[in-house]
């Protein structure tokens, strides 16, 4: 069966896209059509455009609520009802947190904990007020930050997938920097396998999970991580202590959406290995591999992967 691929940079990620169909002609235009769809999107949430909905609303932060598209209303409420069911541990309005810690200076200084409770004030899900009637968002606190990093790409790829089948491609897949969304049979006529890599060494595959029907999604501090106080840090912040988190070095959470592994993804990584492994347990058809900070690997129920020996 003829492989036909595409690679670009979008969303500050790397997507790869790939579909396997015996007509090519089809298979080039919706690799195009899958691009235009990402390309479209960014436009749509980027937080670094000044003209875009996500820019407006946080530049109305505490002042005046602002109209938006349904897509964008939709993408918000959703995410909102995903802060819900973790508890807060997946926000997206956690920006202001991230702009206090200068992890990019050659020494690293935790900022006081005065600043992190004053930050706090501008986090939050439920400031985040929305209108259904007048399509509108508000974020009641000034200096309050939304984005869309934690789900966007997630968002993406289901978006992509949805429109392939809508046009009759069978088999495929779209990889953001290895979080991968996969459908249908391989060229081998084989289920799609993900490779879960060591955390230290991202070339060393420890594991392969097929994939069926299904998305991946992996946080960890495996590119962006730093040691303060002989303690390993992530550059990722838990929103509802205002810190970084540490004790994790690798979250991979398998579901039948892109965008709901992203987001658990991202949760389960701050709520820790017990409390993530206890959350995914109780949702269907959702898994999940941890690797904590000592290279312990934890499974979720009921996942079927084959180890690598």
């Not at 009759?168 to 897949?173: E, V």
């Not at 779209?174 to 070339?203: R, Y």
């Not at 495996?222 to 988190?245: L, V």
């Not at 690798?250 to 959406?257: A, C, I, K, L, N």
Request: hydrophobic share 35%; aromatic share 10%.
């Amino acid at each position: 069966m003829p492989v036909n691929s595409v690679t670009c940079k979008l969303m500050g990620s790397v997507f790869e896209l790939k579909i396997i169909d015996e007509d090519q002609k089809k298979a080039t235009e919706n690799l195009q059509l899958g691009i235009n769809e990402i390309k479209r999107l960014e436009n749509l949430l980027t937080e670094f455009d000044d003209t875009s909905y996500t820019s407006l609303i946080n530049l109305n932060a505490g002042k005046s609520a602002v109209k938006v598209p349904e897509e964008v209303f939709q993408i918000i409420q959703r995410s909102n009802d995903l802060s819900s069911l973790t508890n807060g541990y997946f926000d997206i309005s956690v920006g202001p947190l991230k702009k206090i810690y200068q992890f990019k200076n050659e020494v690293f200084e935790m900022p006081s904990k005065k600043n992190i409770i004053r930050t706090l004030q501008k986090v939050g899900y439920p400031y985040i007020e929305l209108n259904s009637n007048e399509q509108t968002i508000f974020l009641k606190r000034t200096e309050m930050h939304i984005s869309f990093a934690a789900i966007g790409k997630g968002y993406a790829a289901d978006a992509v997938k949805q429109l392939w089948k809508k046009n009759g491609i069978n088999s495929g897949y779209i990889n953001a920097s290895g979080d991968l969304t996969a459908f249908g049979h391989n060229e081998n006529n084989k289920l799609w396998n993900v490779g879960i890599a060591n955390p230290d060494n991202q070339e060393s595959v420890l594991f392969y999970v097929p994939l069926n029907n299904a998305s991946v999604a992996t946080s960890g501090d495996y590119e962006q991580h730093f040691i303060y106080n002989n303690t390993r840090y992530s550059h990722n912040i838990n929103p509802k202590t205002g810190t970084p988190i540490k004790g994790i070095k690798s979250v991979s959470v398998f579901s039948p959406s892109a965008e709901l592994s992203d987001a658990l993804a991202t949760a389960v990584y701050a709520m820790g290995t017990k409390k993530g492994i206890d959350f995914i347990n109780q949702l269907p058809q959702t898994h999940t591999i941890i690797i904590d900070e000592k290279n312990t690997i934890n499974f979720s129920q009921d996942l079927q992967y084959e180890s690598i020996s």
